[in-house]
């Protein structure tokens, strides 16, 4: 019996020339390259069709709030290092303040907000993305911990401040695609501060 790529993958043998994890791969290296994420190049040079491309990643919001995620991921490690010998609020508003001071710096993301301002807000802010409801995610567990260890005393459930820390800070990085203002991540971290005062 001829032996499924499935079981090929699992016990070492050959393995599928393209997997999903291969598309997230060359998506983010366009993405970093400042290039369009266009689904039918992607799928044309991976050699894969475009059915099979949607049937891996969803959409292409879905695929650029992917690369954005795992590309968050070094900078929220970065915002943890940063916000560890902090306790209490100030860690978190510390936590809070230095993730988006490297979100809103970061070149990439940048080119991607100017040249699509449209679908880069739908990504980074939508709630039917992968984006906000991770950073709530994060968040929230930030805040729970916070308050399990006795840090902090949350005045509101965990879920719902979290959801509106992120909500604030959408509104203060992206002013300039909203408003025309400029990004002011100082004001942000002080109404936080508030919240958890």
């Given at each position: 019996m001829q032996p499924t790529p499935l079981q090929l993958h699992v016990t070492g043998?050959?393995?599928?020339?393209?997997?999903?994890l291969d598309v997230?791969?060359?998506?983010?290296?366009?993405?970093?390259?400042?290039?369009?994420?266009?689904?039918g190049e992607l799928a044309a040079d991976?050699?894969?069709?475009?059915?099979?491309?949607?049937?891996?990643?969803g959409d292409r919001e879905r695929l650029l709030g992917e690369i954005l995620w795992s590309l968050a991921e070094s900078g929220l490690a970065e915002a943890r290092l940063d916000a560890s010998g902090h306790r209490g609020a100030e860690g978190v508003v510390r936590f809070y303040r230095r993730f988006m001071e490297i979100t809103v710096g970061f070149g990439p993301l940048r080119r991607f907000l100017e040249a699509e301002p449209d679908a880069a807000l739908r990504v980074l802010t939508s709630r039917h993305g992968v984006q906000q409801q991770r950073l709530i995610d994060v968040t929230?567990?930030?805040?729970?911990?916070?308050?399990?260890?006795?840090?902090?005393?949350?005045?509101?459930?965990?879920?719902?401040?979290a959801y509106v820390m992120v909500r604030i800070g959408e509104s203060f990085m992206w002013r300039e695609f909203i408003t025309g203002e400029e990004p002011d991540i100082s004001r942000a971290a002080d109404v936080v501060r508030v919240l958890l005062s």
């Amino acid at each position: 019996m001829q032996p499924t790529p499935l079981q090929l993958h699992v016990t070492g043998g050959v393995r599928p020339a393209v997997a999903p994890l291969d598309v997230l791969t060359e998506a983010r290296r366009r993405f970093l390259k400042g290039q369009r994420v266009d689904m039918g190049e992607l799928a044309a040079d991976l050699k894969i069709s475009r059915a099979t491309l949607y049937r891996w990643v969803g959409d292409r919001e879905r695929l650029l709030g992917e690369i954005l995620w795992s590309l968050a991921e070094s900078g929220l490690a970065e915002a943890r290092l940063d916000a560890s010998g902090h306790r209490g609020a100030e860690g978190v508003v510390r936590f809070y303040r230095r993730f988006m001071e490297i979100t809103v710096g970061f070149g990439p993301l940048r080119r991607f907000l100017e040249a699509e301002p449209d679908a880069a807000l739908r990504v980074l802010t939508s709630r039917h993305g992968v984006q906000q409801q991770r950073l709530i995610d994060v968040t929230r567990k930030l805040l729970e911990d916070k308050a399990a260890a006795g840090e902090i005393v949350l005045r509101l459930p965990a879920e719902d401040l979290a959801y509106v820390m992120v909500r604030i800070g959408e509104s203060f990085m992206w002013r300039e695609f909203i408003t025309g203002e400029e990004p002011d991540i100082s004001r942000a971290a002080d109404v936080v501060r508030v919240l958890l005062s």
